[in-house]
C-alpha cells in the first residue's frame, strides 16, 4: 500500500521560492505527479515524473518556474517552485500512480494520494 506525504509548503512573498517533498512509503510507483487545488477551482495538473525520472510534464502556467525531480533511494519526489506568484497559491497534492504513462497531469489517471501541502503567495 502506497502512502504519500507532502511537505515544505507555507507562506511566502511573490516572487519568492519554495521546494516541496513528497515522502514516499510502499513504492512510488511508475509516475508521480502534483496537483494544486484552489478555493473553488478545480484540480490542476502541475507536474509529473515518471519512475526512472526520464520523462517529465507540467503545465504550461509553470513551465520555466517549477522543476520536478526524484530520489529514488529517498523515495521522495521534488517540487522546486520559483518566482512565485499570488496565482500559485492552492493545496498542492502530491500522487502516484502504478501503471500507465498516457495523460500524466490527468488527476483520474492517479490512484494514490497524499493530504496536501498549503501554499500561499501574496
Known amino acids: 500500500h502506497v502512502q504519500l506525504v507532502e511537505s515544505g509548503g507555507g507562506s511566502v512573498a511573490t516572487g519568492a521560492s519554495l521546494r516541496l517533498s513528497c515522502a514516499a512509503s510502499g513504492g512510488t510507483g511508475r509516475w508521480v505527479a502534483w496537483f494544486r487545488q484552489a478555493p473553488g477551482k478545480e484540480r490542476e495538473g502541475v507536474a509529473a515524473i515518471d519512475r526512472d525520472g526520464e520523462r517529465t510534464a507540467s503545465a504550461d502556467s509553470v513551465k520555466g518556474r517549477f522543476t520536478i525531480s526524484r530520489d529514488n533511494a529517498k523515495r521522495t519526489v521534488y517540487l522546486q517552485m520559483n518566482s512565485l506568484k499570488p496565482e500559485d497559491t492552492a493545496m498542492y497534492y502530491c500522487?502516484?500512480?502504478?501503471?500507465?504513462?498516457?495523460?500524466?497531469?490527468?488527476?483520474?489517471?492517479?490512484?494514490?494520494w497524499g493530504k496536501g501541502t498549503q501554499v500561499t503567495v501574496s
Open positions: 500522487a502516484s500512480r502504478t501503471y500507465g504513462s498516457e495523460f500524466p497531469l490527468s488527476a483520474d489517471r492517479y490512484t494514490y
